[in-house]
């Protein structure tokens, strides 16, 4: 059972189209298996398809923040290792998670965590019997029960011609990597120092970056490789070569002098932000006061929403906020190194890319 980034199937009679699939390896007994990544075609919701023909166990799910476990029971955990990829997803060859899998009593309803590197992802989902899975065809467009009025039908030819235009917007469909896949791949200008373990099983990390590298240079090649997709960035003003803040929509980032002159990147999902306010590894003081100051000002409202069943120690945050100024340096060079990014993909085309 193999299906292709653009294929409409149906699994218990609702209608997905396939935007991504993930090739997974179990790390303990080396059996592959398969996941896809759908997208509703009513709802335009997301679900994920899992189909693991070795032991004969298919499923769909749906992503949620953490749910109870109550009244189900730990079935499987292991190791996963991302083996191949293909379209709209968040991974790339070589990824690895933990993952762990509950049932229900009646063994028909599913909970699964996965623990990547940069976050924590949930999901709850229910088994599907193989046969309650079909393959409509390979139509992004393709409704099983078109209504064929006149109007319709008119639509449906125009749609036949603005397909290659259709085809070309989804083929310029682009990924940029996360700050923690960056500086773990990027050896030359960062090592890997340590973890430092939060609250709530979160975790960051800390890099080593490359001597002679400075505060802005670090920050600014880092603004690069993500091609400016800052939600923020600021410099601390008070400091001379003060720590820089840069927080994305997924991550949490610092750039920061240590305790010998050197340089140190801390990054971490915003979860750990949120859960965990440790001092800075050889960080100084007033780094570490900024790193809490820039998140609470910039971060922790929408994030106190999104992760609003965990405690936080901000709740009780009574130190100054900072002021945010979308004038200072680094947020302008984020800008600038969006805008010609964007520029760039428009005028090549650009392409797919693995991912979550």
């Known amino acids: 059972m193999k299906f292709q980034i653009g294929d409409v199937i149906s699994v218990s009679e ?3 189209r396939v935007i991504g699939s993930i090739r997974y390896q179990n790390y303990n007994d080396r059996c592959e298996w398969d996941e896809y990544r759908l997208r509703e075609m009513d709802s335009n919701e997301t679900a994920w398809l899992s189909v693991d023909e070795t032991y004969n166990e298919y499923s769909i799910s749906k992503v949620t923040i953490r749910p109870s476990t109550q009244g189900f029971h730990e079935v499987d955990r292991g190791t996963e290792y991302v083996i191949g990829c293909a379209g709209n997803v968040d991974v790339e060859r070589g990824d690895k998670a933990t993952f762990i899998e509950y049932e229900d009593a009646s063994e028909e309803f599913i909970i699964s965590e996965e623990i990547w590197d940069d976050e924590d992802e949930w999901s709850v989902g229910h088994y599907v019997e193989p046969e309650e899975i079909k393959l409509i065809r390979n139509d992004p467009n393709y409704r099983s029960e078109p209504n064929t009025s006149s109007a319709l039908v008119i639509v449906f030819i125009a749609a036949l011609f603005l397909l290659p235009t259709l085809c070309g917007m989804l083929e310029s469909i682009h990924f940029t990597t996360t700050i923690s896949k960056h500086l773990k791949k990027n050896t030359e200008d960062y090592s890997y120092v340590t973890s430092v373990t939060g609250n709530d099983k979160q975790k960051a990390n800390v890099y080593q970056a490359r001597r002679g590298m400075s505060i802005e240079s670090v920050s600014k090649e880092i603004i690069r490789a993500i091609e400016g997709e800052t939600e923020y960035v600021q410099q601390d003003s008070d400091e001379k070569e003060g720590a820089v803040a840069i927080l994305t929509s997924k991550e949490y980032c610092i750039v920061y002098p240590s305790e010998d002159s050197g340089v140190l990147v801390q990054v971490s999902n ?41 405690d936080s120690p901000y709740r009780s945050y009574s130190d100054s906020d900072i002021s945010y100024s979308g004038a200072d340096s680094y947020s302008t060079y984020s800008s600038s190194v969006r805008q010609s990014s964007i520029s760039a993909r428009q005028s090549s085309g650009g392409g797919l890319s693995g991912g979550k």
């Open 270 to 310: 915003r979860k750990f932000a949120y859960t965990t306010d440790h001092d800075l590894y050889r960080g100084t003081r007033s780094a570490t006061r900024y790193y809490r100051r820039f998140y609470h000002s910039t971060g922790y409202g929408k994030d106190s929403t999104t992760y609003k069943r965990y």
């Open 14 to 16: 609702t209608e997905y």
